[in-house]
DNA sequence: TCTGTTGGTCAACGCTTGTTGGCAACGGTA
DNA sequence: TACCGTTGCCAACAAGCGTTGACCAACAGA
């Protein structure tokens, strides 16, 4: 389909830097410029490939949150996979910090992380939860405790969130998980 | 101990829209200048009585949680009377937004954020929870929460999150927040 | 070998930002 | 009345921003 390019290296550094940038500083302190920097090239190449800032982030923040396949696995191990998937990916990719990061004051990227959420969280809920008219609600509210997690832990660091281990993080948030996803009743 | 001045009107209105632009934007986009502008004042007026855009946001995220004394009442009520609490808070004070929005991309905001962390909610779980000990885990479980609802229903606007009633948002978390307050185990 | 396309740099643009210092009006106090 | 600290506005600064267009070097196809 699309014929490789010898700009393809560029290309990648850039988005490799926009992505850690993005994650480290947010939208508006990640500058174009220190981007560019970070890539080793011109300021003005990364307009041309990209278009503009919006355009650049655009790029650099696709996401994908790999989520297994739930059907597939008893429903009382739900919660601990889905959290404990959670915690890989957090701290294998820091896209999804720079996406919590921009998405609180960039409304691009609170867009983004809508989109996220509806396209890939919503299927995972309504394949589970006991009625799939309320999957959305069932899967916001996994998605509430598992960012609100995220927030404490990887973004603000509070002292608590931090130094407790990933196994004590699964055995407490999985229950919770699992009742939002599962359960009858509140 | 401090004598008024005549210029506490115009501090007063500084303060107003610094945490009303804050809120809405975050700590790089709500511009000195935006903020005079709101106040109806020449931008150096801010510089003069804040010393600088940190010195601002400083004085302008001062924060009370206003917690209640969770020590007078049933055990069994507790989670219910903390979220319940939380909503009301963020519903109507922005600061609260405004803390969240810069403690995301700002090293001040964040440190702001632990220290209301732990001036505020550590006391809080170290009376109620089993062990006074982990009372710091425990808080920063029901922190995890409690933020995670807050940056789902006020920041990033998922729509089920924010279409949810506040009662049933109260049924769901309240349990939750009990459990991480007050459970023996996980 | 010539020619058009691509990858890349350089210098500058217009604009906004935080911040500064000078200067005029005001308001108590002596 | 004369004075002095306070309050406020104005104009400007240097720096940094996103963005643009001219220009050169390397390549690919004829």
């Known amino acids: 389909m699309t014929v490789p390019r010898r700009s393809d290296a560029t290309r990648a550094a850039i988005l490799e830097a926009a992505r850690e940038r993005f994650a480290a500083e947010g939208y508006e302190r990640a500058t174009i410029r ?16 990209y ?3 919006e355009g650049l982030f655009a790029a650099a923040s696709e996401i994908d949150l790999r989520l297994p396949d739930l059907g597939a696995l008893p429903a009382t191990h739900m919660g601990a996979v889905l959290v404990s998937h959670f915690l890989d990916r957090w701290e294998q990719d820091d896209v999804l910090t720079g996406m919590l990061r921009v998405g609180v004051t960039n409304e691009a990227g609170a867009e983004r992380m809508r989109s996220v959420f509806r396209a890939q969280l919503g299927p995972i809920a309504a394949g589970v939860c006991p009625d799939p008219a309320d999957a ?16 404490a832990r990887y973004v603000l660091r509070l002292p608590p969130a931090v130094e407790m281990s990933r196994e004590e993080v699964v055995a407490w948030l999985a229950p919770t998980v699992q009742r939002y996803l599962t359960a009858e009743e509140p």
């Not at 220190?34 to 003005?44: E, K, V, W």
């Not at 959305?136 to 960012?147: E, G, K, M, N, V």
């Open 34 to 49: 220190s981007i560019a920097r970070d890539a080793g090239i011109d300021p003005s190449m990364v307009m041309r490939y």
């Open 51 to 53: 278009g503009n800032k």
């Open 136 to 151: 959305p609600r069932r899967a916001a509210l996994a998605a509430s405790q598992i960012l609100g997690m995220a927030l």
